[in-house]
């Protein structure tokens, strides 16, 4: 069943182009809105300049800020601390994946992630947040 994402917008933090590219669009033929950073200050940047974000998938390993503390700076904000974040990296250690669920991520993907993968991680947040009303970050998903 094909749901209607129209409205729906994701900030993909990520320096990799490549897996960038693929994210935007996978996301996009779902019918996303797409915001693409290549770097931490740029996303933070787009994150609290844009209305209405519906998600943030971020890299931990970013070239000019660690992730941690783009999540970190993410969550403390007022603004932005409801917006779910799917953390997008090829750590994935159960400490690192514990550690980004105990600083408020909503999911957690390990790279190399197929386009169902990718999808399905992101549309779990999405639902769990339209159905209960809750902050996302009660709602942990893992895929790969």
């Known amino acids: 069943m094909i749901e209607d994402h129209k409205g729906k917008s994701i900030l993909i933090i990520e320096d ?10 996978v996301l996009d033929l779902e019918g996303y809105t797409v915001l693409q950073a290549e ?14 974000l519906s998600m943030v998938l971020l890299d931990l390993r970013l070239p ?8 970190e700076e993410l969550k403390k904000d007022p603004a932005l601390s409801g917006v779910p974040v799917v953390v997008f990296s ?15 991520a909503s999911g957690y993907l390990a790279k190399p992630v197929n386009a169902s993968g990718l999808l399905r991680s ?7 947040n339209r159905v209960t009303g809750l902050d996302s970050s009660e709602v942990t998903t893992t895929a790969s």
């Open 16 to 25: 990799d182009e490549d897996i960038r590219r693929f994210a935007f669009r």
């Open 90 to 104: 090829v750590l994935a250690t159960p400490w690192q994946q514990n550690k980004a669920f105990g600083m408020g």
């Open 64 to 71: 000019d800020r660690d992730g941690w503390l783009i999540l």
């Open 122 to 128: 992101i549309e779990s947040v999405i639902h769990w």
């Open 39 to 52: 770097n931490g200050e740029k996303g933070l940047q787009l994150a609290k300049g844009t209305r209405g």
